[in-house]
């Protein structure tokens, strides 16, 4: 019993480390998002939808859905680290309940990373993508709202 106490002592020692140094990185906000990812999920049938690939390779899809022309949901998958998911958590979150005008004049990765208190250097990139996909969802968006016939061909 006195190993198990002895590693799980060890555990919350290691955990804390952990926080301490990753408190100095990144804002209390990054983590948050972070620990606590919003809208991490595919949305069915939506009516916008985009898949980029980010330089670093990590890959993030964005599903828009719009009622009373509005974004009423907003969803988001990744293949890519926690930075990755803490811009996309936040970039859907920024979108909704937004006008399709307001969210594209809205979001841009220098918006995602004032809103994130910043991300250190090599990090700056998972913004970008966050705010390249979400315009590609909106764009795409706009495309099935003038052309609707496009979405029975798309494949997500």
């Known amino acids: ?50 898949k980029v ?28 680290c926690a930075t990755t998911i803490v811009c996309g958590s936040l970039a859907t979150e920024l979108a909704l309940n937004k006008s399709f005008t307001q969210a594209l004049g809205l979001i841009s990765a220098d918006f995602i990373l004032k809103q994130l208190g910043g991300l250190p250097e090599p990090d700056v990139h998972c913004a970008q993508l966050a705010a390249e996909t979400i315009r590609g969802a909106l764009t795409d968006c706009l495309s099935q709202k003038r052309s609707p016939w496009k979405k029975y061909y798309r494949q997500n």
């Open 1 to 50: 019993m006195e190993k198990d106490e002895d590693l799980e002592k060890f555990a919350c020692e290691l955990q804390d480390q952990i926080m301490e140094k990753t408190r100095k990185q990144y804002s209390e906000t990054v983590i948050n998002h972070w620990q606590n990812p919003r809208n991490f999920r595919k949305i069915d049938n939506p009516d916008g939808h985009a």
């Open 53 to 80: 690939k980010g330089p670093c390779g990590d890959t993030m899809e964005m599903f828009i859905k719009m009622k009373d022309e509005k974004i009423s949901e907003c969803g988001f998958q990744t293949d890519g």
